[in-house]
């Protein structure tokens, strides 16, 4: 089993920035993909980023790409989201998750372990 702890999540105006953290624990944390996504209300669950085991290969959506890195220590065992020049449409509860055998993947359904969320709030 895995568990998984985000923080970091808040209110800010839209052009700031915003340091998303994944806390892990319960299995060895460098044999696990990890991934962000988000949800707004009404909408779907949707990818935002993942990450490799190492942390060499990154993968973003579209709406992330250029403006937001994801990252991993593997040595804290946890994997981080540097969000920047944050827009309204941003607004979101972010999750944290963990895929063990399956591989890096945007696919919600691809992954095994989630964390509680952190409420993401930009004002205009």
């Known amino acids: 089993q895995v568990q998984l702890v985000e923080s970091g999540g808040g209110l800010v105006q839209a052009g700031g920035s915003l340091r998303l953290s994944c806390a892990a624990s319960g299995r060895t944390f460098s044999t696990l993909y990890m991934g962000w996504f988000r949800q707004a209300p009404g909408k779907e669950r949707e990818f935002v980023s993942h990450?490799?085991?190492?942390?060499?290969?990154?993968y973003y959506a579209d709406s992330a790409r250029g403006r937001f890195i994801i990252s991993r220590d593997n040595t804290k065992n946890t994997m981080y989201l540097q969000m920047n020049s944050l827009k309204p449409e941003d607004t979101a509860i972010y999750y944290c998750a963990a895929n063990g055998i399956r591989g890096s993947s945007t696919r919600s359904s691809e992954y095994d372990y989630w964390g509680q969320g952190t409420q993401v709030t930009v004002s205009s």
């Open positions: 990450i490799s085991r190492g942390g060499v290969n990154t």
